[in-house]
């Protein structure tokens, strides 16, 4: 048996908690977290554009993002303070998007955005490329997220989540390419476009492909690597995405919350397989990945070693989990729109006789080494050590209430315990209920404090008794931003005890 420390919050104004505080009703489709945080973003985004845009007009000028200005501060966009992006070393130019396609356009003729345009391109933030292929699994989710642009001005506004509100990001159209400009060549390779300025423009300096970074599959799309500078403006450079897990990037997508599930601590698969991968785009996210592989015997230099096609240390997006015939399929896909598991259901394998064949429009799924690849469930999770849930919301009587509080740190090592912060829940009426811990987004300021590892555990108590209702901790090794556990409570008060421990704490000349 088990005992926990009084409570550090008191009932009353100062520490106790009532979920009809701060109530806030959930759209009926899932999607965004709907707040009032949510329609102030959207509103202040969408008038900032319009005014962007007025003004450049009235001055006959595109838009430049002095905040974020890859040209002229390249310097601070894409490094941090104490770490550079590797990729920088091939930043050739900086050009619009008028510059690099010849008829660009946002979002595909109609609007629908496929999983499949996403491409990762030389930096190293696959988990959120994966979770953008996630995300477009969903109709009209990512239109939501790109909120209003003029592509003749050069002007895009977006919205992200964090700290439990949303908030909105406005950038130019200006992006990286590591295609040299013409006055750069050197008077040989002049020669090859018969020192002819504008045909080497039009031939070498055209096109998605000539992008530094994340890019779209299909031809004069733009939406994909414009995100993604959002998104890097959002956490201050391009330096800070490098690396991270695909439910934070989800989170920061759509405001839901995450799980992170260990493939072999799964105890019944049928009931994973019932009560999670089918609801994949219908109220849930997944992505999966691996750790780091170890090179091979015969081969101990291999610097990228694969297994079945499978790479380590490297994020991919959960697209659909389909049952049909007795067998059960996962879609997987790699960000890099290239790459694909070869195992057994692989594209063009023994395994799909022509009877299988017919079903691949059911899995809506084509042959093709485009990144998308089958599964068996099985081999799904057999191949893959770990899964990320994020749990969207709809309208079905969800409310919210949060608080944000300044956690002691205990040092390891150290006795385990509770304690380190505890606080009140009241719940009036029978509930499902969804409780998170979440620490603020360092991503934000991540080269200031990624010496530091810090972890989250807590147990819920109800009020008055010893034993805990349940216990959770992060899973291991994975140190996420945050923590939760979904509940049936019964009316009444309850307590969350709290352990914080800062596992991990560096000098930065050990980095």
């Known amino acids: 048996m088990e005992t926990y420390p009084k409570p550090t919050n008191k009932k009353g104004s100062k520490g106790r908690r009532n979920?009809?505080?701060?109530?806030?009703?959930?759209?009926?489709?899932?999607?965004?977290?709907l707040s009032a945080e949510l329609s102030s973003a959207i509103e202040e985004c969408k008038a900032r554009v319009a005014s962007i845009v007025k003004e450049c007009r009235a001055r006959n000028r595109k838009f430049r993002d002095n905040e974020f200005d890859v040209q002229f501060d390249g310097e601070l966009c894409l490094d941090g303070y104490s770490e550079k992006v590797k990729s920088a070393k091939d930043l050739k130019d900086v050009q619009r998007v008028t510059e690099i396609f010849e008829k660009p356009h946002f979002f595909p003729p109609g609007g629908a955005v496929n999983s499949n345009a996403i491409r990762q391109g030389s930096l190293g933030d696959c988990y959120f490329l994966s979770a953008l292929s996630t995300v477009a699994c969903i109709p009209g989710l990512i239109n939501k997220i790109c909120v209003d642009h003029d592509a003749e001005v050069g002007v895009y506004g977006f919205i992200f989540y964090r700290n439990s509100g949303w908030s909105s990001v406005v950038i130019d159209d200006m992006l990286l390419t590591n295609i040299p400009k013409y006055e750069s060549l050197s008077q040989e390779a002049k020669a090859i476009y018969?020192?002819?300025?504008?045909?080497?423009?039009?031939?070498?300096?055209?096109?998605?492909?000539?992008?530094l970074y994340a890019k779209a599959g299909a031809e004069e799309e733009t939406w994909v690597p414009l995100i993604e500078k959002a998104y890097a403006k959002f956490h201050t450079n391009y330096a800070h995405l490098e690396g991270g897990f695909t439910s934070e990037a989800l989170e920061d997508l759509t405001g839901g919350v995450s799980t992170t599930?260990?493939?072999?601590?799964?105890?019944?698969?049928?009931?994973?397989?019932?009560?999670?991968?089918?609801?994949?785009?219908?109220?849930?996210?997944?992505?999966c990945g691996l750790s780091a592989l170890d090179s091979p015997e015969d081969d101990p230099h291999k610097k990228s070693p694969d297994v079945q096609g499978l790479y380590g240390n490297h994020a991919y997006a959960v697209l659909r989990a389909v049952e049909c015939k007795g067998k059960r399929f996962v879609v997987v896909r790699n960000p890099w729109g290239t790459g694909e598991w070869n195992g057994a259901w692989s594209d063009g394998s023994k395994e799909w006789t022509p009877e299988w064949l017919q079903v691949l429009p059911e899995l809506n799924h084509s042959f093709g080494n485009d990144g998308q690849f089958v599964m068996e469930y099985k081999d799904f999770l057999d191949s893959f050590e770990s899964i990320e849930r994020t749990l969207l919301f709809d309208d079905s009587g969800w409310v919210l209430a949060s608080s944000w509080?300044?956690?002691?740190?205990n040092m390891t090592p150290r006795a385990w315990s509770y304690g380190s912060l505890s606080f009140e829940v009241v719940i009036e009426t029978k509930t499902k209920a969804i409780l998170a811990l979440t620490r603020l987004n360092d991503r934000f300021y991540r080269s200031l404090v990624k010496y530091s590892l810090v972890t989250f555990e807590f147990a819920v108590v109800r009020l008055g008794e010893k034993n805990p209702i349940e216990t959770v901790s992060e899973t291991r090794p994975f140190c996420s931003r945050s923590v939760s556990v979904e509940l049936d409570l019964e009316p009444g008060p309850y307590v969350v005890y709290v352990s914080a421990l800062r596992r991990v704490q560096r000098r930065l000349t050990q980095w």
């Open 19 to 33: 979920l009809k505080d701060h109530v806030e009703v959930r759209e009926k489709k899932v999607g965004l977290f």
């Open 261 to 287: 599930y260990m493939t072999k601590d799964i105890l019944d698969t049928d009931r994973f397989w019932r009560e999670e991968m089918l609801w994949v785009n219908r109220d849930r996210l997944f992505a």
């Open 405 to 409: 509080v300044r956690a002691p740190l």
């Open 194 to 211: 018969h020192e002819d300025k504008e045909q080497y423009n039009s031939n070498a300096r055209k096109g998605g492909g000539l992008l």
